[in-house]
């Protein structure tokens, strides 16, 4: 390990695996007695169900792009520009895997092993849940639900700094989630980042999220200012903007930003709620970046990863890398939310994976030993296969964000449950029959890959 981490990084070692596979096998074991489940497992079909339940405002936030959508159609196309490549010889494993005894333990050793190793630590599966505000307005229970889900399926959950709850309640659910405090939770903390003028609510910030057991820092990069988004635009909607805690919950329960406010306005956030949550979009959301040299301000007051997401560009990644600031970059365009006319974040992904390896391996010029940079995948994710596929590219892990929203709106705790094990399961078995052995890259490369177009 290149660098320290903090005491309170979750042993998710302790912990038995999640079994998506057994998922499945019961499923059709209670459809034997004529009991079909609540939720869908067709993935394109999350979107238009999830998009029934919502209101206007709500559907029009969740599946809004900025501008036309190009960028974001250019993130799910780019999937199909890529096959696998099956291998079939003596590579299927032990049994049929179908229908052979009743416990839990059925499969083990059979089907792929996919514990990934990313930012010093261990991981049991290789997707993430991306940082997604405002989730209130998706479910009343909002980012409780979703982050006990992640703890209950073992997935990292990525707590934005635009939620509709606060750090704290999100620490407790997702323990919960996991079977107590101290259960081996793997929560990472996401930081819309004020400007350097407000470090003292970005300290309280980063205290607050290391206090309650967050163990990575995102810095989100490509959103300093919100994107053209038409649909909500059309619906005259910021959900920001509005006097309650939805999307703002972590500024008004914040003491420095609290104290900010009475010394301006010389009233508490409770009687202001409109100008507060207004003060807190305009802090989180500046107008402005930041530089490399301004991370080293985020390093000096965070001693655990610190991963920028919103990388594109293959010569910021290599700059990235080669500063020795940080320990991962998430490959990713938002989404499509933040501007259009992009390229498609998979198309991106193997120049970037490319400059990143080769700033890793490349000689210090004598300052000593650097940290070695994870690259990881954002944007446009929606089934196994398309996991299977970043991470064939180069990607050390995938976050999912709008499939587990939906799960979210149509079912809560659960909903959001069904959609990680549906991924996982839909991943092992692409695996599994395609010959891959496991998520590891001597298995899972750019070899088991071919261009669609090269084929004709």
């Known amino acids: 390990m290149q660098h320290p981490h903090p005491a309170h990084r979750p042993d998710t070692a302790r912990h038995t695996d999640p079994d998506p596979i057994a998922y499945e096998k019961e499923v059709y074991r209670r459809g034997l007695r004529y009991q079909r489940p609540p939720f869908t497992f067709k993935p394109l079909e999350w979107e238009p169900l999830a998009a029934e339940r919502m209101s206007a405002d709500a559907r029009g936030y969740v599946l809004g792009c900025a501008g036309t959508g190009e960028t974001a159609r250019k993130n799910r196309g780019a999937f199909e520009r890529w096959s696998i490549v099956p291998r079939r010889l003596g590579l299927g494993g032990e049994g049929d895997g179908e229908g052979e005894g009743e416990g839990e333990e059925e499969g083990k050793g059979i089907f792929p092993d996919v514990n990934v190793e990313i930012l010093g630590g261990k991981i049991p599966c290789p997707i993430a849940c991306a940082p997604v505000g405002v989730q209130k307005i998706m479910n009343p229970d909002g980012e409780v639900a979703a982050a006990a889900a992640a703890a ?8 934005s700094t635009a939620s509709s709850t606060s750090i704290e309640d999100v620490a407790r659910a997702s ?78 329960t914040d003491p420095v930003f609290r104290a900010h406010f009475k010394q301006k306005h010389g009233r508490e956030v409770e009687d202001e709620m409109g100008a507060a949550a207004a003060e807190w979009t305009r802090t989180i959301f500046p107008g402005t970046g930041h530089t490399l040299e301004d991370v080293e301000f985020l390093r000096a007051h965070w001693d655990g990863p610190i991963v920028l997401k919103g990388i594109q560009s293959a010569d910021d990644a290599r700059q990235i890398a080669e500063s020795g600031l940080v320990d991962g970059i998430v490959v990713s365009n938002h989404g499509g939310r933040q501007a259009d006319g992009g390229m498609s974040s998979l198309g991106a992904l193997p120049r970037i994976v ?15 030993r650097r940290r070695k940079v994870d690259v990881l995948f954002d944007s446009g994710i929606r089934t196994g296969a398309d996991i299977a596929k970043a991470l064939a590219l180069g990607a050390k892990m995938c976050l999912v964000g709008r499939p587990y929203v939906y799960g979210l709106v149509l079912g809560g705790e659960e909903g959001v449950a069904h959609v990680l094990r549906s991924l996982l399961g839909d991943l092992e078995l692409t695996l599994h029959l395609s010959g891959i052995e496991s998520a590891a890259p001597e298995h899972l490369n750019r070899n088991v890959l071919v261009k669609e177009e090269e084929l004709f």
């Open 152 to 159: 209950r399926e073992r997935v990292p959950f990525i707590m």
């Open 175 to 252: 323990d919960a989630g996991a079977g107590g405090e101290g259960a081996g939770a793997e929560r990472w903390f996401q930081l819309y980042w004020p400007a350097r003028e407000h470090d003292d609510i970005t300290v309280s910030m980063l205290g607050r999220a290391k206090k309650a057991g967050f163990s990575v820092l995102v810095v989100t990069l490509d959103t300093y200012i919100l994107g053209w988004r038409p649909s909500d635009m059309d619906n005259g909607y910021n959900p920001f903007l509005r006097s309650d805690q939805v999307g703002v919950a972590i500024g008004l």
């Open 354 to 368: 490319e400059a990143v390896s080769a700033a890793n391996n490349s000689q210090d010029n004598g300052k000593g």
